[in-house]
C-alpha cells in the first residue's frame, strides 16, 4: 500500500503543480518536474515508480509518432540527418573541450560522448501544449532525435573501444548502424500497411477496449526490440507510434492512449524526473559541472542551429529547432552507468551528469515557449 500512496502523492502532487505552473504562465511539465523535487526531499523512487515512468515516457514517444505526419517525416528524414549530425557533433567537442582541463583524456572523451545524445520527452510535451509539433520545425526535432540517439550511442561505442583496446571496434559499431537502418526500413515502409492489417484481425476480439490494449503491446514489444538491439527503447516507441499513426484506427488509439497516459504514466514519469534529482549534488557542483553544464546548453543551440540553417530553415526557425534540441536525460545517464560499470570514469561523474540534466530539463520549457511565441 505505501508505493500506492506514493503513487497517489505524486499524481495529485502532478496534476496540482502543473495546474500551477499553467497559471504563473509556465509549461505543465516544468511544475511537474518541480514537484517532484519537492516529493525527493521526503520520499525517494523505487523500481516499481521507475517502472510506471518509464511506460510513461514510452507513452509520451508513442503519442507523438500516432501525432506525426508519415509523409512529412520522410520529407524532413535528410534535414534532419544534418541537425543532428552537426549537433552532436559540436556537442562532444564542447564536451571534450571543458572536460580536457579537468579530467584525464581518456574521461575527457567519455564526457565529450556522454553530451551528445538529446531527450525529446520535454520537448515533446512542450510542443503538444503550444500545438506546435505537426510543425516542419516540430517534426523536424522529433526526427532529428531519432538520428541523435543512434549518433550518440555510436560516439560512445567509438570512445569506449578507444580507451578500451587502444583501436575502434568496427563490428559493435557495425551492428548498431545495421540494426538501426533494418528498425527504419521496417517501420517506414512496412508498418503502416501491417498495422491496418493486424488491426482488421483483432476488429473480431470483441472486447472492451481489445485495439487500445494491443497498442501498447505492441508499443512495449517494439520498445524492448529497440532496446536490445543496443538502441534506445524511445526509438521503438516512436516508431511504433509512427506506423499505427498512419493506419485507419489512428483516432481511436489516440483518444484512449491519451486518457491512459496523460491520467497516470506520463505525470508519473516527469515527477520522477524531479524526485531523481539530488538537490546536495547541485549544490555542492563545482567549475567543472558549471561550465559542463553551459556547454551542454549552447553547443546543442550551435551545433543543431547550425544544422538546421545548413538544412535550409531560416535563422528563426533554426533557433526553435535548437532550442528544441538542448534537454538531456535518459540516454546520458545510461551511457555514464555503462562508463561507471566499465570502470573508465568514476562515480563523482554523477554531480555533473545530474546538474546537466536538471538546467536542460528545466529551462528548455520556458525557453522554447519564448522562442515559438516569437514567430507569432
Not at 210 to 226: M, Y
Request: some cysteine; proline content about 3%.
Amino acid at each position: 500500500m505505501e508505493i500506492l500512496l506514493l503513487i497517489a502523492i505524486m499524481l495529485a502532487t502532478a496534476k496540482l503543480m502543473g495546474y500551477l505552473f499553467e497559471k504563473l504562465g509556465q509549461p505543465v511539465v516544468l511544475g511537474q518536474i518541480f514537484g517532484g523535487l519537492l516529493i525527493g526531499i521526503f520520499f525517494k523512487t523505487n523500481p516499481v515508480i521507475s517502472q510506471f515512468a518509464n511506460l510513461g515516457v514510452l507513452l509520451l514517444l508513442f503519442m507523438a509518432g500516432l501525432e506525426s505526419e508519415l509523409e512529412e517525416f520522410k520529407r524532413v528524414g535528410k534535414q534532419s540527418v544534418v541537425v543532428a549530425g552537426l549537433g552532436v557533433l559540436v556537442a562532444f567537442l564542447f564536451g571534450f573541450a571543458v572536460a580536457y582541463f579537468f579530467v584525464p583524456l581518456h574521461e575527457a572523451i567519455l564526457y565529450g560522448a556522454m553530451m551528445t545524445p538529446t531527450s525529446v520527452s520535454i520537448t515533446v510535451k512542450v510542443l503538444m501544449e503550444i500545438r506546435k509539433l505537426n510543425t516542419r520545425e516540430g517534426t523536424t526535432i522529433l526526427a532529428a532525435a531519432v538520428v541523435d540517439d543512434v549518433l550518440g550511442i555510436l560516439v560512445l561505442t567509438v570512445a569506449i573501444s578507444m580507451i578500451k583496446g587502444g583501436e575502434v571496434n568496427y563490428a559493435s559499431l557495425a551492428e548498431v548502424v545495421l540494426s538501426v537502418s533494418l528498425l527504419l526500413f521496417f517501420f517506414l515502409y512496412f508498418g503502416p500497411g501491417l498495422a491496418d492489417r493486424v488491426f482488421r484481425l483483432l476488429s473480431r476480439i470483441d472486447l472492451p477496449e481489445s485495439e487500445t490494449a494491443f497498442a501498447l503491446v505492441f508499443l512495449i514489444v517494439f520498445a524492448f526490440l529497440a532496446e536490445h538491439l543496443n538502441l534506445a527503447s524511445i526509438l521503438g516507441a516512436y516508431l511504433t507510434g509512427l506506423a499505427l499513426g498512419q493506419s485507419s484506427k489512428k483516432k481511436t488509439i489516440m483518444d484512449h492512449m491519451n486518457v491512459l497516459g496523460y491520467s497516470l504514466f506520463i505525470p508519473l514519469f516527469f515527477v520522477e524526473v524531479g524526485m531523481r534529482i539530488e538537490v546536495n549534488y547541485i549544490l555542492h557542483a563545482g567549475l567543472f559541472a558549471v561550465l559542463y553544464t553551459l556547454a551542454a546548453v549552447l553547443s546543442k543551440v550551435i551545433g543543431c542551429g547550425l544544422g538546421a540553417k545548413l538544412a535550409g530553415f531560416d535563422w528563426g526557425s533554426s533557433l526553435r529547432i535548437g532550442v528544441g534540441m538542448i534537454p538531456r536525460m535518459g540516454v546520458e545517464l545510461a551511457m555514464l552507468a555503462v562508463a561507471i560499470e566499465s570502470g573508465l570514469i568514476g562515480s563523482d561523474a554523477l554531480t555533473v551528469a545530474i546538474l546537466m540534466v536538471f538546467v536542460t530539463t528545466m529551462i528548455t520549457p520556458p525557453l522554447l515557449k519564448v522562442v515559438f511565441s516569437a514567430e507569432s
